[in-house]
């Protein structure tokens, strides 16, 4: 019996291949990877401002650092303002 192939099997494959990682922890790391990139953009902004603010950081400096990592993220949403950043964490 074949085993059902996945979307990303390519890319477990060259990470088996190039790292000391097993298929086993090559297939974690990418689901975990595009579990990350999946956020939705409310929840990774909500969830980087309670973690920022959690370090001290004013609101000022959060949305300024949160509006720079939303735009350097690989498929970045449309560029969001403070106060666009603020409702999202406020309502």
Known sequence: ??????????????????????????????AEVLGYFGE???DFVRRRHAELQSRGLTNNRIFEQVGAELAARRVAPPSLSARQLRRIVYG
């Open 1 to 30: 019996m074949s085993r059902v192939r996945g979307p990303h099997d390519d890319l477990i494959t060259h990470l088996v291949r190039s790292t000391p990682l097993s298929a086993n922890e090559a297939a974690r790391v990418v």
């Open 40 to 42: 939705p953009v409310e």
